[in-house]
């Protein structure tokens, strides 16, 4: 079935480092991609998304581009802050479904 | 535009007691979805609803879950008898409809969460 694996946490940066998660995905045919947050103590925010090849997905600073040919959706973002650190989760749903498929999620500490 | 509504945020019960949750989704999303978020874990979908009707309970214990969707819109998950391993987030998500339109109207907008806890 439709599966997502993104890179393991916990990652801890410093305050305007960079930070990129590796996402990559299995899916028939082309699915919709996401990348959700959850800030300590709330439930999942929609951080961007991408729903066809090549699309690039971007929101407060954060970017990432759909590439079905490496059948991936990295996180990056330039500057990173304080503010950031949260739980990152990587998702998917399949062309011809209506599954969110989330990864485990990746722990992201900023340090001021 | 007003999120999707849940309640309580927080519950403490004992095994073997029962407990309610409500959510209320976005207005005029026709699809629902209850999630159980263990502790470092990504959400898992428990049940998904289309209006009132619903689509898929594959992962529900039936045995002691149950939810509803009374006139497709509020949705309540109910668990009766809970155990110690249903300490969880429970989430609600809602979206404009539940089919991989590829237009992004599956686009799921989840509450803040119910974190149960189970003595």
């Known amino acids: 079935g439709d599966s997502v694996t993104q890179m393991e946490g916990p990652v801890t940066l410093s305050e305007e480092a960079f930070l990129t998660i590796n996402c990559t995905y299995t899916?028939?045919?082309?699915?919709?991609l996401f990348w959700y947050v959850q800030y300590p103590g709330e439930g999942l925010q929609l951080l961007l998304k991408a729903t066809k090849a090549d699309d690039k997905g971007s929101n407060k600073g954060f970017e990432a581009t759909y590439r079905k040919e490496t059948t991936s959706f990295h996180l990056e973002k330039g500057s990173v802050q304080v503010s950031d650190s949260a739980v990152y989760f990587c998702?998917?749903?399949?062309?011809?479904?209506?599954?969110?498929?989330f990864g485990a999620g990746t722990t992201v500490t900023v340090r001021a | 535009e007003a999120g999707v509504a849940q309640s309580p945020r927080y519950k403490i019960i004992e095994k073997r007691q029962s407990v309610a949750f409500w959510c209320n989704p976005i207005s005029g999303h026709a699809t629902l979805y209850w999630y159980q978020q263990i502790l470092g874990q990504g959400p898992k979908l428990l049940i998904q609803f289309q209006n009132n009707g619903v689509v898929d309970d594959s992962q529900l214990p039936k045995d002691r879950f149950s939810a509803e969707r009374l006139k497709g819109v509020d949705s309540t998950l109910k668990i009766q008898p809970a155990k110690l391993e249903d300490s969880a987030v429970y989430l609600c998500?809602?979206?404009?409809?539940?089919?991989?339109?590829?237009?992004?109207?599956?686009?799921?907008?989840f509450g803040p969460g119910t974190r149960l806890l189970v003595l």
């Open positions: 998500a809602s979206s404009l409809d539940g089919l991989g339109s590829g237009r992004g109207r599956e686009t799921q907008y």
């Open positions: 899916a028939t045919g082309y699915p919709s």
């Open positions: 998702a998917l749903i399949g062309p011809n479904d209506y599954k969110l498929s």
